[in-house]
């Protein structure tokens, strides 16, 4: 038998002087590799060092493709986070409510580049302002209204700029004053998202308007509410992670039954500890000296955990 020499899979054995091994009744080819053409047998040989390269070359090359491929049209359900406030208010007629707020949140990215983030909140509130839920005054606890919210938010409609919409759905699951409105009711929000990420080390303005529409009363003696929540919010980004909110959880509010305004100063210190983890602390006082305003003052907490 004459020496032979490897050729890829699929190529034809060559003797050791160059001259190609005929096979009978087909005409003399060589195979070069997955989509090229055949040549003749007077080419080059491909050693095997070669054929490795260039198979390696492709593998990456199309692993590339379909990675670029995937982050492009990258869909589905990303990681949940939990978040949770607590805060104590000291209201008008000098009694006090503690309240501590959990939160799960639930974001859907699509391939568009919209995000649509599902919110449920169960407030628990313990408090010793008077009212129809606590005739006696004192200290109880109970539950508070619960909410679920459908949040969207539009991709980039100019540089840094985005939009942002919900709707709010309120329970009456916290019964009469003090605990809860003792009514249904819907809150649809729009706001926008600006980003300057070149100015101080980081700003964002994401203000945002909420009207909330009262309905199906559960007793005789409520009032359903006709409310606009204004949040001017602003994030200055510090140093250390540290970022400083202005109205990031209690907005202005404008009482449209009464044609009352409540203004209060809303500020919140954050730090981001790393990828999963945030807290922060703040509070708000009111402004001036409005008749019958929601509180004089709270103080919160605030921490974000995600998974």
């Not at 050693?47 to 590339?64: I, K, P």
């Not at 999963?276 to 103080?299: D, H, Q, R, W």
Request: charged share 20%.
């Amino acid at each position: 038998r004459p020496e032979r020499e490897w050729l890829p899979p699929g190529g034809k054995a060559r003797s050791a002087k160059g001259a190609p091994v005929r096979a009978k009744g087909r005409p003399e080819r060589e195979w070069l590799h997955p989509g090229g053409k055949a040549r003749s047998a007077k080419a080059a040989p491909v050693s095997r060092a070669n054929y490795r390269l260039r198979v390696a070359a492709e593998v990456c090359a199309l692993a590339t493709f379909l990675g670029a491929s995937c982050a492009a049209a990258q869909t589905g359900w990303e990681a949940p986070y939990v978040e949770n406030l607590l805060g104590f208010q000291r209201n008008g007629n000098g009694s006090g409510q503690w309240k501590d707020t959990p939160k799960l949140y639930l974001p859907y990215r699509f391939d568009s580049g919209w995000t649509f983030t599902q919110k449920i909140a169960v407030p628990l509130v313990d408090t010793n302002a008077a009212g129809a839920g606590n005739a006696g005054g004192g200290y109880s606890g109970g539950i508070g209204d619960a909410y679920v919210e459908e949040i969207f938010v539009a991709p980039g409609i100019a540089n840094n700029l985005s939009l942002k919409g919900s709707l709010r759905l309120v329970f009456p699951t916290g019964g009469q004053s003090p605990f809860g409105s003792g009514q249904y009711q819907l809150a649809p929000s729009a706001g926008v998202i600006y980003r300057m990420p070149e100015l101080l080390a980081g700003v964002t303005l994401a203000p945002l308007a909420r009207y909330f529409w009262g309905f199906d009363p559960r007793y005789d003696n409520v009032k359903t509410a006709r409310n606009l929540d204004l949040f001017p919010e602003m994030s200055f980004g510090l140093a250390e992670r540290w970022s400083l909110s202005l109205y990031p959880e209690n907005a202005i509010t404008w009482n449209t039954r009464k044609n009352t305004w409540f203004v209060p100063l809303d500020l919140m210190l954050v730090r981001r500890v790393d990828r999963t983890l945030e807290y922060g602390f703040g509070g708000a006082v009111k402004l001036g000296n409005p008749s019958n305003p929601a509180y004089n003052y709270l103080i919160n907490a605030r921490l974000t955990y995600r998974f």
